[in-house]
Structures are given as C-alpha cells and as structure tokens.
T-cell receptor, first 110, second 115 residues
Framework: NAGVTQTPKFQVLKTGQSMTLQCAQD?????MSWYRQDPGMGLRLIHY???????DQGEVPNGYNVSRSTTEDFPLRLLSAAPSQTSVYFC?????????FGPGTRLTVT | AQSVTQLGSHVSVSEGALVLLRCNYS??????LFWYVQYPNQGLQLLLK??????LVKGINGFEAEFKKSETSFHLTKPSAHMSDAAEYFC?????????????FGKGTLLTVNP
C-alpha cells in the first residue's frame, strides 16, 4: 500500500492564481481531512469528509474548497491564492481512531 | 470545543537525560489523545495514542504517556534521550467515538538533544 499520497510536494503561486492540491489514499478509509501547518500554530483543520459526497468545514475553511467524489481522492482547491495561504498542507485519512498523514505540500504564495 | 496546550515551545535536554513534554487538554466528552512526532521536512508520525482502557500507554521509540483525567493531562516521557529524538512533537485531541477524524493540535514542542 502507498498509504496517503500528496502532489505536488512544492508549489509557488502568484496572488490570485488558483490551484488544486491532490490527495489520495489506498486504504479504503471513509474519513479524510486537510490540515495546514504554520510555524508556532501547530496543525489546523481546514475541511474534512466522512465519506464520498459528504464534506464539512473545519477550523480555518475560508479560501478553500473541497469535494469528495470517490473514497480514494480528496482534493483541496484554492480559488484565488493569497499570501496568507503560504503554508504546509497535510492530508490525512482515518480509521479506527488513528489518522494517517501524507508527506505534505509546501505552498508559497507571492 | 476542545483545546490543547503544550507547555514549552522548546525543550532542550542532554543525551541520556529524561525527556518530559507536557500536554494539557480540555474536552467536554471523554477524549482520545495522541502524540505525533515530526522530523525536519517530513510528515507526522504517530508515537502513541490513548483511547480507552489502560491510562499508561507505550509507544514507539521508547516513549510513553499517561492519561490523567483529574489533571486533564497527557504528558509524554522517555527515560533516556537519544540524539535521534530531536524533532518537533505535537499533542492532539479528538472527541473520541465517531469524530476521531477531527483532531485539535497543540502548537508543538521542539525537542533539542545536546551531546
């Protein structure tokens, strides 16, 4: 099993550009989540999904959209990037009380 | 709402010394508690977790933590630090049961191990 995979690993965007961060898991987990990590802030929940077709907002959802059309994939969309979205983004899937994290995407918005 | 407080954003110990990283939480329901470790430029790896049952939980790499409900604490310890333990450590809480996919994290503690 590959576990949780994320692409790209690194990305630089200009303010106002849009992009999609990809996340996929091959463990057939129903639950998936997106977090952002900022220095001194820990990880904060952006959006989560409890199954295909079902998503909900976390602590810091503004500026991000998600959808879940399949169990395997949970992409995160930035519609109009802002410098405040410069961060490291982690996707996770969950089963049995444990979360499995992807390797992260480091995003810089200039 | 849940919250996690990690006391000390930076802890420095000598190799072979006791490691103690402090975590206090608040939760209105019985919590699930976790410790994660993050090495530089890597993702998060689960060290240990408490869900129900025994309050002293053992994890990987010689770490353990004790759930103390009366103190709302879940401190992480290791008897003897290794250089390889240098990393950032995060305590996290979920409300247990069916919502274990929503974690609330502390701000992290950077552990430095001196030779």
């Amino acid at each position: 099993n590959a576990g949780v995979t994320q692409t790209p690993k690194f990305q630089v965007l200009k303010t106002g550009q849009s992009m999609t961060l990809q996340c996929a898991q091959d463990m057939n987990h129903e639950y998936m989540s997106w977090y952002r990590q900022d220095p001194g802030m820990g990880l904060r929940l952006i959006h989560y999904s409890v199954g295909a077709g079902i998503t909900d907002q976390g602590e810091v959802p503004n500026g991000y959209n998600v959808s879940r059309s399949t169990t395997e994939d949970f992409p995160l969309r930035l519609l109009s990037a802002a410098p405040s979205q410069t961060s490291v983004y982690f996707c996770a899937s969950s089963w049995g009380g444990e979360q499995y994290f992807g390797p992260g995407t480091r995003l810089t918005v200039t | 709402a849940q919250s996690v407080t990690q006391l000390g954003s930076h802890v420095s110990v000598s190799e072979g010394a006791l490691v103690l990283l402090r975590c206090n939480y608040s939760s209105s329901v019985p919590p699930y508690l976790f410790w994660y470790v993050q090495y530089p430029n890597q993702g998060l790896q689960l060290l240990l977790k408490y869900t129900t049952g025994a309050t002293l939980v053992k994890g990987i790499n010689g770490f353990e933590a004790e759930f103390k409900k009366s103190e709302t604490s879940f401190h992480l310890t290791k008897p003897s630090a290794h250089m390889s333990d240098a990393a950032e450590y995060f305590c996290a809480v979920s409300d247990g049961g069916g919502s274990n996919y929503k974690l609330t994290f502390g701000k992290g503690t950077l552990l430095t191990v001196n030779p």
